[in-house]
């Protein structure tokens, strides 16, 4: 079972579909989502006129509204979201799982930090999360200087607790190219969680690829031990 939070136009589409009679499964196989996603959202979002997708849409939005106050990671909800993550649940659907069903403002952020202090003492939710986002694709030798980092020390002195994924706190950067070079998207994996963030930019110059990584890190600076980039060495934290 997995947790997908509907956007505007989907609701538009499920109102639509159901309007001809459609079956909750073929409503799903149409706007790509599961079966229980649309029962759920049928179920929650329908008023006493029936289905309408900007009803829908508001009752949604009202209830994120009144989820105002982060919650806290009581001993309820620690099991509560251990439970999803044994289910290979991501920390992002059940972040929106937990606004949706029972109000509770949890970020996937808190969910992530958890589960490193989880490994960090020995647990195993980490091996629950699944890998997000495209394979490293090599880069051609006519573009090695691109991306070049300031202080970098060469990928031949990185420590070889880096390799051996023994820590949190080592991320790999990727640059991935969109087609026709039109924009990149900057994507930093922490080696042992597998943990993805990524942001799209509109150029590949060496500045606007360095403040999309700090935006990305910020949250995530207390635990930024190394920055590994292929071809281009290692940056040993977010200050250098």
Known sequence: MSYGQLTYEQRCQIYALKKSDMSQQDIADTIGVSQPTISRELRRNTGERG?????????????????????????????????????????????????????KLLSHETIYLHIWADKASGGDLFNHLRRKGKAYQPRSKGQAGRGHIKNRVSIDER????????????????????????GALVTIVERATSFTVSMRINDKSAHTVTMATITLLTFFKDMVLSITAEKYGLQKSLGE
Not at 159 to 182: A, M, N, Q, T, Y
């Open 159 to 182: 420590p070889k607790i880096v390799d051996e994924k023994g820590r949190v706190g080592d991320w790999e950067i990727d640059l991935v190219i969109g087609k026709g070079h039109s």
């Open 51 to 103: 289905y309408r997708y900007k009803q829908a849409q508001q009752m949604s939005e009202d209830r994120r509204t009144r989820a105002v106050k982060a919650s806290k990671m009581t001993p309820e909800m620690i099991q509560l979201v251990e439970s999803k993550l044994r289910l290979k649940w991501s920390p992002e659907q059940i972040s929106g799982w937990l606004l949706e069903e029972h109000e």
